[in-house]
């Protein structure tokens, strides 16, 4: 798509050091020039998908969340998932798993046969089937498990010279916030960086996220903390820079139908203060894109089939009638989606009332997290018996 309707913007023009990720071996085992992170979402950033945003502008491309025994295994599944776009020149991908051992054979195992460069641990996902095991975000309020996860997949990882990283979120819920802790620990355990998601495990993705906590962050630790939470234009990742001290960004939902965004925040690191603005005939042509990109990995069916769950966020706000809505969301053939996209008014302009709104899950706070039974009892955790029964990749 080349690069339609720009709108000025009056932020100043700063220098942003490029986002440098060490292993304990190797200093700068990868540099990201342009310091900004496609966040890791299930079922959506797939190979596919990051080579769409990767087209459109520089930084970190993580694959979807992966389970540690689905890698250990060779789940055919999660094998599928390992698979990387031809510009991936950096080769990312995020695990979970709440065994150190088994973590860290799943990062041998990434490192070796799927010559992966950066390997990221989730401990933030909020959805109820991985906390009810004691895995995403429920994990780091058992410390020592928490530690003993981060040494053993950095130990393993650093045979290699590649750098760990690790997400998380403020904590559990407002009354058991753990994050203060967790980026000493993934610090004194030798990660290479933090991204914190602004936000409590209750919350989900629903309210405002907390920039204060990433400032603190950055106050309490040495090592490199990556903000995440509610950047929805480039605009807001400067801001949140600014008003935090982060070293880099992660973006997430705002990217959802708008892989355009990267772009934007390319540009605006660059000091190009420059806003994407398509036409819904340069959306179609970005929809069409990401079609083709889905069938070479998964076949036309499958990968249409795919596509579908994009259609309501690429055409969020334009003028397309409801039954044309349903018939995009119902795809199967290219033949069908050219027919359908013709249809389109090419000339809509972008609806610029939907910039800066929140884009993808939202919901409402937790009212209960659900966790193990005990799980606030102590810090430890090491004498717990926890299984991941899921292999194949899952995530939030």
């Known amino acids: 798509m080349d690069r339609p309707c720009i709108r000025p913007r009056s932020w100043p023009v700063t220098e942003y050091a490029p986002l440098r990720l060490s292993a304990p071996s190797k200093t700068d085992a990868v540099v990201v020039e342009t310091p900004v992170v496609l966040a890791p979402m299930a079922g959506i950033t797939n190979a596919a998908y990051r080579q769409l945003c990767a087209e459109q502008g520089a930084g970190l491309y993580v694959c979807e969340m992966l389970t540690s025994r689905g890698i250990v295994i060779g789940d055919r599944k999660t094998r599928q998932m390992l698979t990387f776009a031809p510009n991936e020149t950096i080769r990312s991908v995020q695990t979970y798993g709440v065994d150190p051992a088994t973590v860290a054979d799943a990062t041998r195992k990434l490192c070796e046969e799927y010559d992966v460069n950066h390997v990221d641990l989730n401990f933030g996902c909020p959805v109820p089937k991985v906390t009810r095991k004691g895995g995403g975000g429920a994990l780091p309020w058992k410390q020592d498990r928490f530690r003993a996860i981060i040494r053993a997949v950095v130990q393993a990882a650093d045979a290699y010279g590649v750098p760990v990283t690790m997400k998380t979120r403020k904590g559990i819920d407002d009354e058991h916030l753990y994050y203060l802790d967790a980026g000493r620990i993934a610090q004194q355990e030798g990660a290479a960086a933090i991204c914190l998601h602004a936000r409590t495990v209750g919350d989900a993705y629903s309210g405002e996220a907390d920039w204060d906590a990433i400032a603190r962050l950055v106050e309490h630790v040495d090592i490199p903390v990556l903000g995440n939470g509610d950047i929805w234009e480039a605009a807001d990742a400067l801001a949140m820079m ?67 769950k994009h259609m309501a966020w690429y055409f969020k706000g334009f003028p397309v009638g409801g039954e044309l809505r349903h018939e995009l969301a119902m795809i199967s053939s290219f033949e069908q989606l050219d027919v359908l996209l013709a249809q389109l008014d090419a000339d809509a302009p972008f609806p610029q009332i939907e910039l800066g709104k929140p884009r993808g899950r939202q919901g409402t706070p937790r009212k209960h997290v659900i966790l193990p039974y005990g799980w606030y009892d102590d810090t430890s955790g090491l004498d717990l018996e926890l299984v991941d029964d899921d292999a194949a990749g899952s995530g939030g």
Not at 264 to 283: H, I, K, M, N, Y
């Open 242 to 308: 600014e008003q935090t001290g982060a070293a880099g960004v992660e973006v997430g939902r705002g990217c959802l139908g708008r892989p355009w965004l990267f772009r934007d925040l390319a540009d605006a690191f660059a000091g190009r203060s420059t806003q994407t603005l398509p036409t819904l005939g340069e959306v179609a042509q970005m929809v069409r894109r990401h079609g083709e990109l889905l069938a070479q990995i998964m076949g036309e069916r499958h990968g249409l089939t795919d596509l579908r």
